[in-house]
Every structure is written in C-alpha cells, then in structure tokens.
C-alpha cells in the first residue's frame, strides 16, 4: 500500500512522510479516526514507507522486495492483531489472530484497505457474536516482538480495532507498548476512544484521522470504480466522509449489507420508531403501536446489525440538530429524509440531545454485552418518549 492509493488526507501523509525523513518515528501512535477514513490503508502504506529500501520524499516505490511484500501482507516483520473469536472453522478455548490470518489478508486486498467492524465479522462468520482482542493474543505476540526483525529496519504491529481489547489483554502488552524492543513500532487502529482502556490510551502518540471530503469520494468513486458522475455525487453525500459505506452504497464491495435501497430501508425504519415514539409521548395509550416497531429494530437478530441501527438514529439525531439551530447547509439530505428531518428537527434540540446521546451509547453498550435486545430496544424507546417532552429553551434574542 503506497500514499499515493490513499484517497485524500494529504496534510496527515506529508505530517506521516515528515515523521520518517526526520527519523522522529514514535514506538507507539494510535490512529483515531471514524469508519472508512482510510485509518488501517495510511497505517499500512506508513509501515511500507518506513521499511521500503527506495524511498523517496513523496512514497515507498513499490517495487523492493520490502514493498512488494508489504503490498501481499506477507512481510515476516508485519504483525497484525484484530478482533476475533471461534467459528465453525476455528475453534477451541485458545483461538488466536493468527488463525484467521488467510481470510485476514483476503479481506484487506480484496476490499483495498477500507474495511468495516461488521464486514469483518460477517467474513469470519461471527456477525451474530462480539469479536475481541484476548490474552493469549498478546502472549503470542509479546513471543514473537521478542525476537530480532527478520530483514526490515523495524518490526511493526497493527492492532485493529484495539478498543475491543480486554483488561486482561492490554496488560500483558503494556511493557511492550511502554517500553518496546528496539525498532519495533505498535500501530494501534480505533473508531472509538472512549472505549480505549486508558493505561492503552497514555502510551500512544494520538494521530487523529479526519473524515474524508466529499469531493474525494467522489473522485474515487468514478476514476477507481466508474460511477457515474451523478452518482458519485449523491454517494458522496450519503457517506458523509466514510468511503466504506461509499462502496457498499455503490455495490462495489463490503458483505452487500448496506446499499442505496438498504439504506433507504434503514431510514424507513427508524421514521416509523420515532413516529410512534412521539405518538407515546402524547398518549401512553398507544403503547401497542411502539412494541409493534420493535421487531424491525431486532432484524435478523445480528447485534452489530442493531448497533448500526442505533449508530445511524445517534447521526440522524445529529442531523435534526443542525437543522435546528440554523446549520442548514450541513444537512446533505434529499427527498423523504430532508422532509422527515424538518418535522422532527423541532423536537431535538441542545437541552435534549445529550440525553439521546447517553441513552443511545448505553444501549450500544448493553447489546455489545449480550443484553436481550428486545428489552433493551423496548426500554430506549420509552426513554426517547420521555426526552422528546423535554422543552426547548427559547434563545433571546439580541437586543
């Protein structure tokens, strides 16, 4: 993976170039940023640059013999962590990244580097179960930097999604992480840093990744993938900086998921629960019309499906908000969604939206632990009844 396969970022490719050609490279940096923002794609093509025996000030050249496998993702020095856990294939009490270390690179290659939590899941198998990082990963892996590079100038480690490491884990790799071997370099990948444990979260140099422009998507979309222009456009739009969703939209790759008539699906959804959850607000007798919304919230029964479900009402919530307060030009919306938005965006305001906020990341977090999640979809929409009564503050005006 070279800096020039990476869609936009150019100012964090110049500040990552810089880190090298100045020999400033930190042991330990955490890129943090959202879904498809090309985290894991600058985290490889950054690894190559270090390691490639030709560089120049602009990229690795591709063609060394470190280049070339770095871009199979065989380099004996190339270390990956990532979440996991046992499938019909793989099982056992000690199941190890390694293990899925085929289907691993077949998914990064094939989906070029922008890859999403749920795709992954759903490549391994275990869409309807939570992966996580375990502690006898991080033996193996302190095992394995024990020893010298096998030809590169350093030996580099990529965490995947390390927020979804346990205590237990990040334990044992926080001698590493504080004070690793020499010419080792610990990449850590995260979506969500609040869910970082903080003894991991202190070791690293945080590299924040910023959402890709819609401009670049676009670009992409038709010079890599021959969309058409119009498209693009619209895709653009509805990704809203995250290039994973963008292909999936344009049914060019991901598990076939998400597309522009699932995505108008999700919304059709989501209308209707918030529907009758003001309809509850206002009469408790139509409590019947609410738990009848619930089974199209429980779809198929996959967690990280619901947990998209509840990602996208947190960013539909988002939305109504900027409308709200004037921010117009934010809300990149058409149709039946810029409609829905408008009538609903009087009722979320900033004395109630954190509350969304709260409420919704909870139940994020009790699905993630295996919560029964009617109830915990039955008990939120309750909650959203109650906080859509909460009264907005009128703004003074000046005099």
Request: proline letters at 4%; glycine letters at 4%.
């Amino acid at each position: 993976m070279k800096f020039s396969d990476i869609i936009g970022q150019e100012p964090l490719k110049q500040r990552l170039r810089r880190t090298v050609l100045e020999n400033r490279v930190s042991h330990a940096q955490l890129f943090l940023g959202s879904e498809g923002s090309g985290k894991l794609a600058l985290a490889l093509a950054y690894a190559q640059y270090i390691n490639c025996r030709n560089r120049t000030p602009e990229d690795s050249c591709g063609e060394c013999p470190s280049c070339k496998k770095y871009c199979k993702l065989i380099h004996p020095d190339l270390h990956f962590l990532y979440p996991i856990n046992s499938t019909k294939e793989v099982t056992g009490t000690k199941v190890l990244s390694k293990d899925f270390i085929a289907p691993w690179r077949e998914f990064l290659t094939e989906n070029k580097y922008y890859v999403s939590l749920p795709d992954w899941y759903d490549k391994i198998g275990i869409d309807k179960k939570q992966g996580f990082i375990n502690a006898d990963d991080a033996d193996n892996i302190n095992r394995t930097l024990a020893y010298k590079a096998y030809e590169a100038e350093y030996k580099v480690m990529i965490i995947w999604m390390v927020e979804k490491m346990n205590s237990a884990s990040a334990n044992k790799l926080l001698k590493n992480l504080e004070e690793p071997p020499a010419k080792t370099l610990f990449i850590l990948i995260s979506e969500n840093q609040e869910q970082i444990i903080a003894t991991i979260l202190s070791r690293a140099q945080l590299i924040k990744v910023p959402r890709l422009k819609d401009e670049d998507i676009q670009k992409a979309l038709e010079h890599h993938h021959q969309v058409a222009t119009a498209d693009a456009t619209k895709i653009a739009r509805l990704a809203d900086g995250n290039y994973t969703t963008a292909l999936m939209l344009a049914g060019k790759t991901g598990s076939g998921n998400v597309s522009l008539a699932t995505e108008q699906e999700r919304f059709i959804v989501f209308r209707e629960w918030m529907r009758r959850c003001f309809t509850i607000a206002g009469n408790l007798k139509d409590y019947d019309k609410l738990l009848d919304a619930i089974p199209s919230l429980l779809g198929d029964g996959s967690r990280e499906k619901q947990k998209e479900m509840l990602a996208y009402g947190l960013e539909m919530f988002r939305i109504c908000l900027q409308y709200n307060v004037g921010n117009h030009h934010l809300v990149k919306l058409d149709g039946d969604e810029l409609a829905f938005v408008k009538n609903f965006s009087p009722f979320i305001h900033p004395q109630n939206i954190e509350k969304f906020d709260e409420e919704f990341n909870r139940a994020i977090f009790h699905i993630e632990r295996n919560a029964n999640a009617q109830i915990v979809l039955t008990d939120l929409s309750h909650l959203i009844a109650r906080i859509l009564k909460i009264p907005a503050t009128p703004v003074a005006k000046k005099a």
